[in-house]
Nanobody, 117 residues
Framework: QLQASGGGVVQAGESLRLSCAAS????????MAWYRQAPGKERELVASITHDYFRTYGESMKGRVIISRDDAKNTVYLQTGSLKPEDTAVYFCHMQISQTGGLGLYWGQGTQVTVSS
């Protein structure tokens, strides 16, 4: 189970730190990621980080976010900076977890980020 937190309402130019913790995990978390979905738009990748700390950033927020992970806590973080009104969306965490025969794919419940101008 993934539990995301840290969303809220902020002014343009402000920052937020999102967190997502996985519970009941006993196997390797191969990849952790953040996606977002704005009203009427498709879900898009914000950032991902692998178990060996290779990071990928989506174009929409590249240069304004940093993804990190704490494997001792099975938690992924997204530090955002210089938020814009167009960053308003529901932010979802996603994890790929090793399991017998392959990978299990898991989504968090989403956390709302609203940026006012």
């Amino acid at each position: 189970q993934l539990q995301a937190s840290g969303g809220g309402v902020v002014q343009a130019g402000e920052s937020l730190r999102l967190s997502c913790a996985a519970s009941g995990v006993t196997r390797r978390i191969v990849q952790m990621a953040w996606y977002r979905q704005a009203p009427g738009k498709e879900r898009e990748l914000v950032a991902s980080i692998t178990h060996d700390y290779f990071r990928t950033y989506g174009e929409s927020m590249k240069g304004r976010v940093i993804i990190s992970r704490d494997d001792a806590k099975n938690t992924v973080y997204l530090q955002t900076g210089s938020l814009k009104p167009e960053d308003t969306a529901v932010y979802f965490c996603h994890m790929q977890i090793s399991q017998t025969g392959g990978l299990g794919l898991y989504w968090g419940q989403g956390t709302q980020v609203t940026v006012s101008s």
